[in-house]
């Protein structure tokens, strides 16, 4: 562990396909960090997928099938620590501690909250409502320095540094009592941007890529076939401008502005790279380009999801090995945790008593 000088830490939630979005938003950047001189822990997490009803048999299926579009995707097993949160219960157990550390007022604050429990606000989960909180357990739990999120995480990075400040200032004392100095846990920094952090619908450019859009061609699932791909993306919805030359003249023009973002999300440019190459081409030039560009990308990571989730056996012992390993890192821990705040535990080590 020391010998990495960074520790990043990402979840996805397993309910539902992954799409573009998920994929140049997340899962695309998590395999760049690998090239860090850092510790990448990639956590599916089931315990936030259940704060909204889950079907079993299906959230078993699409926790493999997150998996799969990892390993697909490039996130290297061996190097990285791929796992499912349920598997390590420190994530749980500091989320109670930070229940009693975050404050009503903050998560009342939470957008997402609000946009997810909707109108019958009475009928959410606490699960729902306490979820920002699992999150800052997730990464806290690892002592995570960085985190690579979509844009519409940005708020609950913020709670989680709050709460990191709140434990730290709150324990002080009791901190530097304990050998940690002045600080336990870092002010983690979220890392959100590139061309494609926010990848928007093709049939509304002003509107995310959703997994719940009930139009299909809205959005490219990580597991369409080549032709499917190619089909949505020529059936995208434009505006009849040829391209502009520059990135100021993307300005209200979502659809048009989307589409140059995937393109240089996909080849690893940016925006103004693209229109270098087609300011002044039509739609009827640069959607075919870009639509080779998304086949070439994505089909063989479907080709490889599909192989991958032929063999579940395989993908459970990834996961089982994964968390394994990340238990270790969070067991210290939780471990130190638990002297902070003053309980008493069967020491020397919670790994010495497994
Ligand atoms: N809330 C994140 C999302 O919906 C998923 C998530 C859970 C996460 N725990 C995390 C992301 C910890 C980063 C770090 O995208």
């Not at 019958?120 to 990464?139: F, H, K, Q, T, W």
């Amino acid at each position: 562990m020391a010998a990495f000088t960074e520790l990043v830490f990402s979840g996805v939630q397993p309910t539902g396909n992954l799409h573009l979005g998920n994929y140049l938003g997340a899962v695309k950047r998590f395999v760049e960090m690998q090239a860090r001189d850092a510790q990448c822990l990639y956590c599916v997490v089931d315990l936030h997928a259940i704060t909204v009803w889950q079907d079993p048999e299906a959230l078993r299926g699409q926790i493999r099938e997150v998996t799969a579009a990892f390993l697909a995707s490039g996130i290297d097993p061996a190097r990285s620590i791929v796992f499912n949160q349920s598997q390590v219960p420190q994530h749980a157990e500091l989320a109670w501690i930070f229940n009693c550390v975050a404050r009503l007022g903050w998560l009342n604050r939470m957008t997402q909250f609000k946009e997810k429990a909707g109108k019958d606000r009475e009928n959410a989960s606490i699960g729902l409502y306490d979820y920002p909180v699992l999150m800052a357990a997730d990464i806290l739990a690892y002592r995570a320095t960085h985190v690579p999120v979509g844009e519409d995480q940005k708020q609950h990075l913020e709670l989680t540094r709050d709460i990191a400040q709140k434990f730290n200032t709150d324990f002080s004392g009791s901190i530097a009592a304990h050998g940690h100095g002045d600080a336990f846990f870092p002010i983690t920094e979220p890392l959100i941007g590139g061309p494609a952090a926010r990848v928007m619908s093709l049939r509304d450019g002003t509107k995310k890529m959703s997994k719940s859009d009930p139009s299909d061609n809205a959005r490219i699932n990580l597991t369409d076939e080549a032709d499917t791909i190619a089909q949505k993306i020529r059936r995208a919805k434009t505006d009849p401008e040829p391209l502009p030359s520059e990135v100021a003249g993307l300005k209200d023009r979502p659809e048009a502005d989307n589409l140059v973002g995937i393109y240089a999300a996909l080849a690893g440019i940016t925006r103004e790279e693209v229109l270098r190459d087609f300011g002044g081409a039509q739609f009827s030039t640069f959607k075919p380009a870009l639509a080779d560009l998304a086949v070439t990308s994505l089909a063989p990571i479907a080709g490889e999801m599909r192989r991958l989730t032929a063999d579940p056996g395989h993908i459970d012992a990834v996961l089982a090995d994964g968390a394994g390993r990340a238990e270790t890192i969070a067991a210290q821990t939780l471990d130190a945790v638990k002297d902070i705040v003053g309980f008493v535990r069967r020491g020397p080590s919670l790994q010495a008593v497994r």
